[in-house]
């Protein structure tokens, strides 16, 4: 009786955890983890993007940043002359952010477009800078 108990409080905890909204230390981390900032608004332009799937960054990029091939978003990668001739600084990025452009200047047609504040910008440019 007293394990019968112990089973149903430990699967009433477990369930109660599955079910509690995912918490996140900053705005730049939501936007990243969900396409979301912590308002709870959506940030990707569905009908502007040629990708509909992707809702945020993680699902291509991956926790890190740097799940597909040779190409990270971890800001430290994307700011290192060693691997962009023309390494991104931050206006860079917002730029990228803004007008899917490569520090290039080139069109990157990553497929996803996104409506960020630019609040929203500087947090998961923040967030990035982490990674």
């Given at each position: 009786m007293k394990t019968d108990r112990i089973y149903l409080l430990s699967f009433l905890i477990f369930l109660f955890l599955s079910c509690s909204k995912q918490i996140f230390r900053t705005n730049g981390e939501a936007i990243y983890?969900?396409?979301?900032?912590?308002?709870?608004?959506?940030?990707?332009?569905?009908?502007?993007?040629?990708?509909?799937?992707?809702?945020?960054?993680?699902?291509?990029?991956?926790?890190?940043?740097?799940?597909?091939?040779?190409?990270?978003?971890?800001?430290?990668?994307?700011s290192n002359p060693n691997y962009y001739p023309i390494p991104y600084t931050d206006s860079l990025f917002f730029r990228f952010i803004d007008h899917d452009l490569k520090s290039n200047g080139q069109k990157a047609n990553i497929g996803v477009i996104w409506k960020m504040s630019d609040p929203d910008k500087r947090d998961l440019l923040d967030y990035l800078k982490t990674l």
């Open positions: 983890q969900t396409g979301k900032n912590l308002q709870g608004e959506k940030l990707l332009d569905k009908n502007a993007s040629r990708i509909k799937i992707a809702t945020n960054c993680k699902a291509c990029h991956g926790k890190n940043g740097d799940r597909m091939n040779g190409i990270s978003i971890r800001f430290r990668v994307l």
